[in-house]
């Protein structure tokens, strides 16, 4: 699939899951009046199309290759054929749909409890977590290019408010932009911002 490419939009009907051989597949939601929130991107190993992995069913979210990708399509009745008979396949699928739950979980989460500022605070230690890798001064870059319209859809903000929130972090030392990548030069700090709202909660 080129960059791009829809794999498969809200609303369509559901017969089947990809499988992600190579690439990144971005699954997102879009409102009817046409605000965008990102679920996650899905690498090597995952598959998208879910959750009714069997279809029969609409699907609920969009999946689009954000890079040229390689995936495998299976049909839901083979699908359900396979794990009859591959037990080791079900618990595969089974696993995977847990991993997705908590993406799931953490979405409504951080959505439903967190102010736009500690989102995108818990965004950038979760990106760091998955593609962080440590540069030589010293912080921890994010080894994918995430534009700001990208993370404004990741925590449910605008692209100005994000461009102008990731400023004011550089200016105080949190992190650098180089080039559009992100490097979180005190991720301490940024831990700091996400406990915020629980030392609220419990305030006695």
Not at 59 to 73: C, D, E, M, N, Q
Not at 166 to 194: E, F, W
Request: aromatic content about 8%; glycine content about 10%.
């Amino acid at each position: 699939m080129k960059q791009g490419s829809l794999l498969f939009h809200q609303g369509e009907w559901h017969i089947g899951i990809y499988i992600i051989e190579s690439g990144i597949v971005r699954t997102f939601y879009t409102s009817p009046t046409g605000r965008e929130i990102t679920l996650a991107y899905w690498q090597q190993g995952n598959f998208v199309g879910g959750p009714d992995v069997f279809g029969g069913s609409i699907h609920i979210w969009s999946g689009i290759a954000v890079k040229t990708s390689s995936l495998f399509f299976i049909k839901g009745n083979d699908l359900r054929t396979l794990m009859e008979e591959i037990p080791q396949l079900g618990i595969g699928i089974v696993e995977a749909l847990v991993f997705k739950g908590r993406c799931f979980s953490s979405l409504i989460q951080m959505l439903g409890t967190r102010s736009v500022a500690e989102r995108l605070a818990q965004l950038l230690l979760m990106l760091i977590d998955s593609y962080g890798e440590v540069d030589d001064i010293g912080g921890i870059a994010i080894q994918r290019q995430f534009t700001h319209e990208d993370l404004a859809h990741m925590v449910g903000a605008s692209r100005q408010w994000v461009t102008t929130t990731l400023d004011r972090l550089q200016r105080q030392g949190v992190v650098q932009i180089r080039k559009r990548q992100v490097v979180v030069l005190r991720p301490d700090i940024l831990a700091g911002r996400t406990t915020v709202m629980k030392e609220r909660k419990h305030p006695f």
